[in-house]
């Protein structure tokens, strides 16, 4: 098993930045890809970015693009979300996600993700 915990979600400004983390309980060696998702009240849950962990390719999705960064630090088996420029859209619960099996689901799908954490807030006030 794999455990997740996600840190790092607060109150903020519009133009703020916040930077969560998702600690992994054990080294991810074997781990596919990581990601981040979000959950804003009354909607689905989307994808934000992920990264392999190998290759440490990234994707994002356009609403992150140029605001967001993601990153990994293997000695803290963590992975890290720097969020600049925020705006009130991206108010939501932060979900780190990790992938373990190997699969064909599209790297912004929650399906390719087998390990979830319990997610943070992030709230950007206007």
């Known amino acids: 098993q794999l455990q997740l915990v996600e840190s790092g979600g607060g109150l903020v400004q519009a133009g703020g930045s916040l930077t969560l983390s998702c600690a992994a309980s054990?080294?991810?060696?074997?781990?596919?890809?990581m990601g981040w998702f979000r959950q804003a009240p009354g909607k689905e849950r989307e994808f934000v970015a992920a990264?392999?962990?190998?290759?440490?390719?990234?994707d994002y999705a356009d609403s992150a693009k140029g605001r967001f960064t993601i990153s990994r630090d293997n000695a803290k088996n963590s992975v890290l979300l720097q969020m600049n420029s925020l705006k009130p859209e991206d108010t939501a619960v932060y979900y780190c996600a990790a992938q373990a099996l190997y699969n064909n689901a599209p790297v912004s799908s929650a399906a390719r993700y087998q390990y979830w954490g319990q997610g943070t807030q992030v709230t950007v006030s206007s």
């Open positions: 990264i392999n962990w190998g290759t440490r390719m990234t």
């Open positions: 054990r080294p991810t060696l074997g781990t596919y890809f």
